[in-house]
């Protein structure tokens, strides 16, 4: 392999069987997820716009090992060690249907991803990213609940601000999975266009049938916000795009890496809450 990654459990799947350095330079969009599935939640977009497309090529990485998964059902009495693989292969199924360039499992656990310590997550996300050069950049965005899905977008900003100033994305958009973006003032949303091929879609959230299973329906939702998001978007007129995920668009932090992440996104919240102070000051 090309791209010399830290762990030994690490996974590179190609879904077309051409090169990894191929698949690297052919790469024009790309997302980075803490889990198998955040990918096909968040970055159903990109994987759409670069679907059966010969100028257009969605790279994926994921960042953590599956472990400590839930296990429910035909699953309940998996090792940790099966779950893991089950995951790992759940992901290259979607790959395969989302017809990938490239699909890296980089294999570390969720704790090595929340430790600032460690070096090693940035380094491997610098490799990819290094080579790859993609035009656009998608991630979990910096108000998500989740520890590890945080952890996992403070990584990938810190190795995309280590770029050259050539070889960093045009575009970086944090997306949504534990955490909606509808409380973002609807003229900062970047909106992603997930209306096109439903079904391709569908099929990509529902190859992960041991999280399914495990008894939350993240097919289901992950359409339901989607549509949610289209008919809410806009009080007037008709929906021009029926279904969307919204995004923050984190694109000022890699041409400005000394800006704080942080205050970039409390001021986003700031403006959400003056915003309804203002509506209730006004009708009080
Ligand atoms: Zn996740």
Known sequence: MMIELTKAN?????????????????????????????????GYAPIAECYAKKDKWFTGVTVTDGAGSVRAGIYSDFTDEEMKEIRLQEQRKAAFIGEYSIQYQLGFSSSEVKNPASDHIINDLYAILNIAQPEEVYLHNPADKHDTHVSTMVRAITALRK????????????CEVW??????????????????????ATALVSVYDSQISGGKRYDLATTGR????ATYYASHGVDDISSMNFAMDLTPLIENPSMSLKDYTVAAIQRFQDDVAGKLDRFA
């Open 163 to 174: 770029l050259p100033v050539d070889k960093r994305p045009k575009k970086v958009y944090g």
């Open 179 to 200: 955490r909606d973006l509808d409380w973002m003032m609807d003229d900062e949303k970047a909106v992603l266009n997930t209306s096109v091929q439903d079904h391709i």
């Open 10 to 42: 690490s996974d590179v799947f190609i879904p077309d069987e051409v090169s990894e350095q191929v698949a690297l330079a052919r790469t024009t969009h790309l997302a980075i997820g803490a889990h198998q599935d955040d990918l096909e939640i968040f």
């Open 226 to 229: 989607r549509l949610a998001n």
